[in-house]
């Protein structure tokens, strides 16, 4: 018996969170394997440092939609590599502005190999799927802006008390 399909939609979460956990694990078992000394967790911040340069914790959350912990971890992560740099920002000393390292600007040109068997993979297994994942995605992420599930479940609660 397995717990969480069997209780469908009341672990929804948790697949998701499970099928992440091992799209990543899989992808950094593919760098390391690859000789390369880098996590597919923080692919996104490489990814955006690259593009925009320099950027603060609370830019990268923002761009990025995740939390501030998140990025600080990931951040603190990349820098014990070597990958990222910090400097304070001299309009504000509170930001600390976070740049690519020549190292990290090197990773990025050495993970493109294989960023790019990545995307065709997983083009192929989403292909597999009986429905268009990447649009049903869309579509879910679409409707929690408009109405986020805490909204959608105090309302019904509240609703059935009224019963």
Known sequence: MNLVTELEELALAT?????AERLSQDVSQIYKESDLDFEAKWY???????REKVMAVTEISSSLQL???AVVQFTE???THGLI???PDSKDARRRLISLTLAGKQMHKKIGP?????KEENRK???EASADLLQLLSELEKA????SMYKRIKVSLVEQSAR
Do not use: P
Not at 114 to 118: K, R
Not at 144 to 147: A, F, P, S, T, V
């Open 15 to 19: 697949r998701l969170k499970r099928l």
């Open 44 to 50: 996104l911040i490489l990814e955006l440092l690259s």
């Open 67 to 69: 939390s501030h912990a």
């Open 77 to 79: 992560q990349m820098h």
């Open 85 to 87: 740099k910090t400097a």
């Open 114 to 118: 294989v960023l790019q068997v990545i």
């Open 125 to 127: 297994w989403l292909a």
């Open 144 to 147: 929690l802006d408009e109405r």
